[in-house]
């Protein structure tokens, strides 16, 4: 909530807010007079005495709206209290403990939805015979329910799959204790957000009802002095005052929970938080390389933040052949998600672009707006997440993907469909599964479903970003035989992301190894397997057992990559390597250079090295 409320947008609400809340909560000081007083001269002009002016019965409009103030709030927290926790106890519940349980819950949030709130509001509250406000909020905190508890149900079904949460299971926390210390904690922000959606319906639903006459008039609340002010002619008699000051202050409220509304948004939502607004636009940078699918040219990407931007790729060049098998290894932080995500121009903020150019089959999609990239998306190249096995909407059955898919490019539904199901039986799916959630799937079955997903449109290049992590051996080996028949019998150009060397040198044509951000090393993989270069990939290589051959102790890389914010002078790899150059490798960057063909490698042992650069910083971009 701290996090939240450094948006500007959150402090000016919170501002407006606790006016109104300290105009509520001091009325008997604020307000000169009693709202029920009726002594004054009727529609009086407003004067020192009367700031607003008076009502036709000779009320103080001033001390009606002060007092109002504390009856319209009042209705406003207890609805978004009682609609939230409601939401709360049916969303969450039920999305937790499924079943039975989430199948009725679920069958009563739907049966809500399409139940016309307003006219049932008027009808119920039309028998209310009661001066307490109580009623009418609970009327309209039982009608406005619905939609919260469906959005909570959903982020329940997808976190209730989370590791966390069955680990929380498998040291035997029961399923209250888990809600209330796993999950809770982590859906406040959607809990804060339908409390004020709830507040802000239950403010206006109430001063609806009562404009039209319905609960107490009689009661001191914005919206009675709407009922009041209309139904004696306040705009004929020249009280304008008596419906602008109410009118102004519901909007004025609406708008403060809004803006706070908008601050929790910011916080769940990268794209909203201030200062990454404003991407800076690639900058382009080289031609597309002759004959390939793909062609990256110098990519320099990262992400914005409070402090600066963040570079976690820095100048990466790449090709990917038509029908090539194109692997890239490298340690966690190293930035190959990140140009993955680049090189299709699908990082969001605040992840950016700063410089360099993706060609795919000629055209740069850095140069393109998001609507005009989007075409080319799944049709001619598609993604295969990390995480992916979370990538399905639990909510809607793999059936609703293929047609959502389809739908987005034009596809015939039919025709989708037949794919949709040639594809699944070709991954060893039953077609029935078409018909499935999410939820009913094993780990192995979501992540050939999300294959089978992204062959649907028959792309020409698939982009999969570590497609074997988290699965046993089994699976692992079942997916990379069907990544084979992709690749032979589809002929689709594959760029592959992986911490696992051994395989890539079993199933790539070519390897780049990344390392803080470039490439340090790349060639065929026989080549770079049989005779690596540079003292990273040799790292790499040593840290998986032989097949064969007698028993040795695997000694891994000691330390790790440098952080993205970290100063840097020289070689990134400088401070992990038993081969360093003193006074060279510490003072100048190696550029990637030729070393037989179709074999490069950045190094200061292979070759002359360049003029000392000035230090670099990994976090700046250039």
Not at 249 to 271: H, K, S, W, Y
Not at 280 to 286: E, S, T
Not at 427 to 451: T, W
């Amino acid at each position: 909530m701290k996090a939240a409320l450094r948006s500007r947008w959150a402090q000016a609400g919170l501002v407006i807010l606790a006016i109104f809340v300290l105009v509520a909560a001091l009325a008997p000081v604020i307000a000169p007079y009693s709202p029920t007083n009726s002594s004054f001269s009727p529609l009086a002009s407003p004067s020192l005495r009367h700031l607003l002016g008076t009502t036709q019965l000779g009320q103080d409009i001033f001390s009606q709206l002060v007092w109002g103030t504390r009856g319209t709030l009042e209705i406003g927290f207890l609805t978004g209290l009682f609609a939230t926790a409601l939401g709360v106890l049916v969303g969450i519940g039920g999305g937790y403990l499924g079943g039975p349980t989430d199948s009725v819950l679920n069958a009563l949030t739907n049966v809500f939805l399409v139940i016309p709130g307003l006219p049932l509001i008027i009808i119920t509250a039309a028998y209310i015979t009661t001066k307490s406000q109580l009623p009418i909020i609970l009327i309209i905190s039982f009608t406005g329910w619905a939609w919260g508890a469906r959005v909570l149900r959903s982020q329940t079904l997808s976190l209730r799959q989370r590791e966390f949460i069955l680990a929380a299971r498998l040291v035997g926390e029961s399923p209250l204790r888990i809600v209330v210390s796993e999950v809770l904690p982590n859906m406040l922000s959607l809990i804060a957000a339908n409390f004020i959606g709830a507040a802000i319906y239950g403010i206006l639903s109430a001063a609806g009802l009562q404009f039209i006459g319905l609960g107490n008039v009689n009661a001191v609340t914005w919206g009675t002095m709407l009922f009041w002010a209309q139904s004696q002619g306040a705009l004929l008699s020249g009280a304008w005052l008596w419906i602008l000051a109410p009118g102004a202050a519901i909007a004025l409220v609406g708008t403060a929970l809004g803006m706070l509304n908008f601050g929790i948004d910011e916080l769940t939502n990268p794209r909203l938080r201030a200062g990454v607004k404003k991407l800076p636009k690639p900058v382009p940078a080289g031609t597309p390389e002759v004959g390939a699918l793909l062609s990256l040219q110098e990519i320099e990407a990262g992400y914005q933040t409070a402090a600066g931007p963040l570079t976690a790729v820095r100048g990466v060049s790449l090709a990917v052949k038509p029908g090539e098998f194109l692997g890239i290894a490298g340690e966690s932080g190293c930035g190959k998600s990140t140009l993955a995500f680049a090189a299709l121009g699908l990082l969001r903020p605040p992840g950016a672009v700063y410089r360099g150019s993706s060609y795919l089959a000629g055209v740069d999609l850095l140069a393109l707006t998001p609507a005009q990239r989007r075409p080319y998306l799944w049709r001619d190249a598609s993604f295969v997440f990390q995480a992916s096995m979370n990538a399905l909407n639990p909510v809607i059955r793999v059936r609703d993907h293929v047609l959502d898919t389809a739908r987005a490019h034009g596809l015939p539904p039919a025709e989708a469909i037949e794919r949709a199901t040639a594809l699944l039986q070709q991954f060893e799916i039953p077609a029935h599964f078409l018909d499935a959630y999410s939820f009913q799937l094993s780990g192995g079955m979501k992540q050939r479903v999300v294959l089978a997903l992204s062959l649907l449109l028959r792309p020409k290049l698939i982009l999969m970003d570590e497609p074997t992590t988290a699965l046993d051996v089994v699976v692992q080996r079942l997916i990379m035989q069907q990544i084979e028949w992709i690749l032979g019998e589809l002929g689709v150009s594959i760029v592959f992301i992986t911490h696992d060397f051994s395989l890539l040198v079993e199933i790539s044509d070519r390897i780049a190894i990344m390392y803080a951000g470039t490439v340090v090393e790349q060639g065929p993989a026989a080549e770079i397997y049989a005779h690596p270069l540079h003292p990273y990939t040799q790292g790499l290589i040593r840290s998986f057992p032989p097949m064969s051959g007698e028993r040795q102790v695997l000694h891994g890389i000691p330390g790790h990559p440098p952080g993205l914010g970290e100063k840097l002078s020289g070689c990134p790899f400088f401070a992990r390597c038993s081969a360093r150059l003193e006074g060279v490798c510490d003072q100048a960057v190696p550029a990637l250079l030729a070393q037989g063909d179709q074999h490069t490698v950045a190094c200061h042992l292979y070759g002359q090295p360049p003029p000392v650069a000035a230090p670099t910083a990994v976090g700046e971009a250039r």
